[in-house]
């Protein structure tokens, strides 16, 4: 074989290598965020949560720009709650209460109490999707998500959508293959 061909087969080796381009890395940059319609969730806790990923978001490095920008991603976020049992949690004793009718007046005062009641354990997961608004591919997915007693403060929206977006948003630009358990 001669130099000049050796040269050639070395070249035509290497040439489909070449045409294969690496993807470029995942970095932060604008992004405006929109949520997944969902009529289960009040739009008051949408807001909570678009609040809290654009937060997290802004953590990680991004610029958040109003929904209506031309931004370089798309947050998608989607919130799901489901009931998984009941468990037993400290109960909330009302506050002092007095009524007033055509027969006279009334007042009752309830004694704390450390009582135990049943309540609804709930799930709530939280997912975030960034897409590039060029050509609308997904190229990141976090979630995370929670199990918390039906009514209680931890289960509050602004609770849980402050501890559940940190916690998806967390590992970027890192894929996560499943949702993060968080307490």
């Known amino acids: 074989m001669t130099a000049s061909a050796m040269i050639a087969s070395i070249l035509l080796a290497a040439a489909p290598q070449a045409a294969q381009a690496e993807p470029a890395p995942l970095r932060p940059g604008t992004v405006a965020?929109?949520?997944?319609?969902?009529?289960?969730?009040?739009?008051?806790?949408?807001?909570?949560?678009?609040?809290?990923?654009?937060?997290?978001?802004?953590?990680?490095?991004?610029?958040?720009?109003?929904?209506?920008?031309?931004?370089?991603?798309?947050?998608?976020?989607?919130?799901?709650?489901?009931?998984r049992g009941a468990v037993t949690a400290k109960g909330k004793a009302p506050g002092p209460g007095a009524a007033m009718g055509n027969w006279g007046g009334a007042i009752a005062v309830t004694l704390p109490s450390n009582k135990q009641q049943l309540r609804g354990l709930i799930v709530t997961e939280l997912e975030v999707e960034l897409v590039l608004r060029e050509g609308m591919q997904p190229v990141w997915r976090g979630?995370?998500?929670?199990?918390?007693?039906?009514?209680?403060?931890?289960?509050?929206?602004?609770?849980?959508?402050s501890k559940l977006a940190s916690a998806a948003v967390r590992g970027f630009p890192a894929q996560q293959p499943e949702a993060l358990s968080i307490p």
């Open 143 to 161: 979630r995370a998500l929670t199990a918390q007693a039906e009514g209680t403060q931890a289960d509050a929206p602004a609770t849980l959508a």
């Open 33 to 83: 965020i929109e949520p997944v319609a969902d009529p289960a969730i009040p739009a008051s806790a949408r807001q909570t949560f678009a609040d809290a990923v654009e937060r997290a978001l802004s953590d990680a490095r991004f610029m958040a720009l109003p929904a209506t920008s031309r931004s370089r991603y798309i947050a998608r976020f989607k919130v799901t709650r489901t009931a």
